[in-house]
């Protein structure tokens, strides 16, 4: 993260002796990055963080792409996942390449080990569920429509609330016992953080054109330490491995720390999104980056207020990234047959744009209430087997047919100077009342998407 914070108790300056009640020195950990001239924490444990013991190798993370020679826009439907393993043995790479990796996760039992991604960040988005995150730096709770962002080395027990009844909109209980989530996980050594341009190059705050800012972040809190004596798991991923190594104490012993290295969890629906008179190109939906990707939110906002503004987003060939996004709720009205939890891939070289029908069905419309999440990379993206197995083959034809019929039967005609109209004066989008494939004008809710 850009700026500096504290958590516990830390001693006057760096590198001095900082003793326990008992008279021991607690351990300092120097915990940084990019070769210790990047973002850097510095820890206190009440035991040396070297003492482990009984390593093990116990399961590959290598992931296998399929399909890697066939370019095509994809639609992954991952509602019907089934729960699976625990909060990272549960998860299912769908999308990859060597700078991230995307994966889906509905969660079948609680973690019992504790966990460090010695590999890459992490950046989770909780689609359902709620519960809390417990660090080596502090406690962050969480629920759905959260970014939790865990950088590399940090450990960490992901601890789910137990789910006992569906809440309008949600999976029934034995579908999805605990949760689910999205996540986006750095491969290239790269970290995850706000992109440059909305940070000061000087003082790391937050600038004033930025969609958020340090206030909407949820830093670790109290409580931090456990003292605990006894044989604790942790499991490490690196070298496309998990290994599991034993603590003799709780891993969570540190007392206290400094830095701007540490997780923390940002609520999507805090993003301020970015207006104009036209329609906005995606960079301004931006969350997030990395080495090579971006992570945007869309979400819901007010549209387009030119009078002859076209709401949906134009025919776009992003000719550098491949993009997929992830649906989080919404009707999805420019897109056909999208449902809560789709995955659509864009390929880069492919122009893609409004489904027929959608861009007159839109023009009256003053508002976008749909959200969801997107990756861009700036390598290929490659499906793995399991995406396959979710594919939707039929999303390749959905822009096929007429997209202005009311043009080509000859019921339309156009005005230099305004919206297109139908011979008897009503709308072009056929539909006196003004609510047409699910998008409402008249200054209600649209359906559109940005991307």
């Given at each position: 993260m850009p700026y500096y914070t504290k958590l516990g108790q830390i001693p006057q300056k760096r590198h001095v002796q900082f003793r326990r009640p008992d008279g021991a020195l607690y351990s300092e950990e120097v915990f940084g990055t990019e070769g210790f001239v990047g973002p850097t924490t510095t820890m206190y444990h009440i035991h040396p963080p070297t003492q482990?013991?009984?390593?093990?190798?116990?399961?590959?993370?290598?992931?296998?792409?399929a399909?890697?020679?066939v370019m095509r826009m994809r639609h992954v439907k991952s509602a019907p996942l089934k729960p699976k393993g625990d909060m990272v043995t549960g998860r299912v790479v769908l999308f990859g390449n060597s700078d991230c990796e995307m994966a889906v996760c509905n969660p079948a039992e609680q973690m019992g080990y504790h966990y460090k991604n010695g590999q890459g960040d992490e950046c989770i988005f909780v689609h359902f569920g709620s519960g809390t995150v417990y660090t080596m730096m502090g406690t962050i709770k969480f629920g759905p429509k959260d970014y939790v962002v865990i950088p590399k080395g940090v450990i960490y027990k992901w601890v789910w609330d137990k789910r006992t009844q569906a809440k309008e909109g949600e999976p029934p209980v034995e579908q999805m016992p605990f949760g689910k989530f999205l996540l986006i996980e750095t491969t290239n050594g790269s970290h995850i953080g706000p992109p440059p341009r909305y940070v000061s190059k000087h003082t790391s705050q937050f600038l004033e054109h930025a969609p958020y800012c340090e206030r909407d972040l949820r830093l670790p809190e109290l409580p931090l330490t456990f003292d605990e004596r006894g044989d604790f798991e942790v499991r490490i991923k690196a070298r496309d491995r998990v290994h599991s190594y034993i603590y003799h104490y709780h891993p969570l012993d540190v007392v206290g720390w400094d830095g701007c290295y540490y997780p923390f969890a940002f609520n999507i629906d805090d993003f301020s999104p970015i207006t104009g008179k036209l329609h906005m190109p995606p960079p301004i939906h931006q969350t997030f980056e990395a080495h090579n990707f971006v992570i945007c939110s869309f979400c819901p906002r007010m549209l387009d207020w030119h009078p002859n503004a076209i709401k949906v987003p134009y025919n776009h060939s992003n000719l550098d990234s491949d993009e997929v996004l992830y649906y989080v709720e919404g009707n999805f009205g420019s897109r056909k047959g999208i449902e809560?939890?789709?995955?659509?891939?864009?390929?880069?070289?492919?122009?893609?744009?409004?489904?027929?029908?959608?861009?007159?069905?839109?023009?009256?419309?003053?508002?976008?209430?749909?959200?969801?999440?997107?990756?861009?990379?700036?390598?290929?993206?490659?499906?793995?087997?399991?995406?396959?197995?979710?594919?939707?083959?039929?999303?390749?034809?959905?822009?096929?047919?007429?997209?202005?019929?009311?043009?080509?039967?000859?019921?339309?005609?156009?005005?230099?100077?305004?919206?297109?109209?139908?011979?008897?004066?009503?709308?072009?989008?056929?539909?006196?009342?003004?609510?047409?494939?699910?998008?409402?004008?008249?200054?209600?809710?649209?359906d559109v998407w940005a991307p």
């Open positions: 482990v013991s009984g390593w093990k190798t116990l399961y590959s993370t290598k992931v296998e792409y399909e890697t020679d809560v939890g789709s995955l659509t891939a864009h390929p880069q070289g492919i122009p893609h744009g409004p489904h027929p029908g959608t861009i007159e069905a839109s023009l009256d419309a003053k508002y976008t209430g749909e959200l969801a999440v997107m990756c861009d990379t700036f390598r290929p993206l490659y499906p793995t087997k399991a995406a396959l197995e979710l594919d939707d083959p039929k999303y390749t034809d959905s822009w096929q047919g007429e997209h202005f019929p009311g043009i080509k039967g000859g019921r339309i005609t156009t005005n230099s100077v305004g919206p297109m109209h139908n011979a008897d004066g009503t709308h072009a989008n056929g539909h006196a009342n003004g609510h047409a494939n699910g998008v409402a004008t008249g200054g209600k809710v649209a």
